[in-house]
Nanobody, 122 residues
Framework: DVALVESGGGSVQAGGTLKLSCAVSRFTRGSLCMGWFRQAPGKEREGIAAIDSDGSTAYADSVKGRFTISQDTARNTLYLQMDSLKPEDTAMYYC????????????????WGQGTQVTVSS
């Protein structure tokens, strides 16, 4: 199995930055796709970014140009750099791993972290 542990969440003002990390217990770069998701109260979990085993990335329109997904395979860590944060970015953020057919669909992922809270105030 793969264990994922997120960190780096917190409270910031609009326009601020945060960098989330996700420590991965097993990093099989030959196969796994890694994704970041978020879920706000009363809303469905949404995919916001993903990075495949070949390094290709994908982003939701809502974060494109503001968020950057990256990975450090030597440190078995996934990152999400979040710039120009907006109040609507407030949510619990999760990292996930798996072999999705659709990178943005939560049900396509096999492994999940416990989440880290991001709160953006106006």
């Amino acid at each position: 199995d793969v264990a994922l542990v997120e960190s780096g969440g917190g409270s910031v003002q609009a326009g601020g930055t945060l960098k989330l990390s996700c420590a991965v217990s097993r990093f099989t770069r030959g196969s796994l796709c890694m994704g970041w998701f978020r879920q706000a109260p009363g809303k469905e979990r949404e995919g916001i970014a993903a990075i495949d085993s070949d390094g290709s990335t994908a982003y939701a329109d809502s974060v494109k140009g503001r968020f950057t997904i990256s990975q450090d395979t030597a440190r078995n860590t996934l990152y999400l750099q979040m710039d120009s944060l907006k109040p609507e970015d407030t949510a619990m953020y999760y990292c996930a791993a798996g072999w999705p057919r659709d990178w943005a669909r939560p049900n396509d992922y096999n492994y999940w972290g416990q989440g880290t809270q991001v709160t953006v105030s106006s």
